[in-house]
């Protein structure tokens, strides 16, 4: 099986703009989500999509949010870019009846914002 | 306020010694701990992962410790070798029932360094 695919790989963008990342999971996994890594605060959990639905939410502000279309692919879209969002982002996706316990990660989109 | 808390921060050790990451959590919910291993220009990859319900889960050279009274939970790798040279995330999240349902996100520790020296 493919793994995650994330993209694009690298992005660069300036202070106000938005960006959109795609994520398609493993084939047959209907859980997605997403993570920051950061070198400061290391990785942390953004929220979680499951059929269509967002599940579960880490503790970030408004401006970062997300969907997954019916064939389990996910988008992640932050609006009005920070400095501080420059980071690492990753998608994982579970296979279902695992109750979303094992999560492969894809390689990340690692995005940069001057 | 930081949930797992992983030690230490970078270790070296020689080829063939037994490298020994230890992290402690705060959530008595969580339930799943899992161990991950990023190389530099990927994402993390699973290891290893346990359940409180076993104190200890041995895969290849990988071998976790649960200690659930203590909440603390350990990565040793056996007969290290200059390619398990890497980071180490451990990690726990819990299913208790949320409002939407699943799993939580995973918490993550804040990483091990590790250098296995040839």
């Known amino acids: 099986k493919a793994g995650v695919t994330q993209t694009p790989r690298y992005l660069i963008k300036t202070r106000g703009q938005q960006v959109t990342l795609s994520c398609s999971p493993i084939?047959?996994?209907?859980?997605v989500s997403w993570y920051q890594q950061t070198p400061g605060q290391g990785l942390q959990f953004l929220f979680e999509?499951?059929?269509?639905?967002?599940?579960n939410k880490g503790n970030f502000p408004g401006r970062f949010s997300g969907r997954q279309f019916s064939n389990s692919r996910s988008e992640m879209n932050v609006s009005t870019l920070e400095l501080g969002d420059s980071a690492l982002y990753l998608c994982?996706?579970?296979?279902?009846?695992?109750?979303?316990?094992?999560?492969?990660f894809g390689p990340g989109t690692r995005l940069t914002v001057l | 306020q930081q949930q797992v808390k992983q030690s230490p921060q970078s270790l070296i050790v020689q080829k063939g010694g037994i490298p020994i990451i230890n992290c402690a959590y705060e959530n008595t919910a969580f339930d799943y701990f899992p161990w991950y291993q990023q190389f530099p220009g990927k994402g993390p990859a699973l290891l290893i992962a346990?359940?409180?319900?076993?104190s200890e889960k041995k895969e290849g050279r990988f071998t976790i410790s649960f200690n659930k009274s203590a909440k603390q939970f350990s990565l040793h790798i056996m007969d290290s070798q200059p390619g398990d040279s890497a980071t180490y995330f451990c990690?726990?999240?819990?299913?208790?029932?949320?409002?939407?349902?699943?799993?939580?996100?995973?918490?993550f520790g804040k990483g091990t360094h590790l250098i296995i020296q040839p």
């Open positions: 990690a726990a999240s819990s299913h208790a029932p949320l409002s939407g349902g699943g799993a939580d996100g995973l918490t």
């Open positions: 346990i359940r409180p319900d076993v």
């Open positions: 999509y499951f059929s269509e639905t967002q599940r």
């Open positions: 084939s047959g996994h209907r859980s």
């Open positions: 994982a996706s579970s296979s279902p009846g695992s109750l979303g316990d094992t999560q492969y």
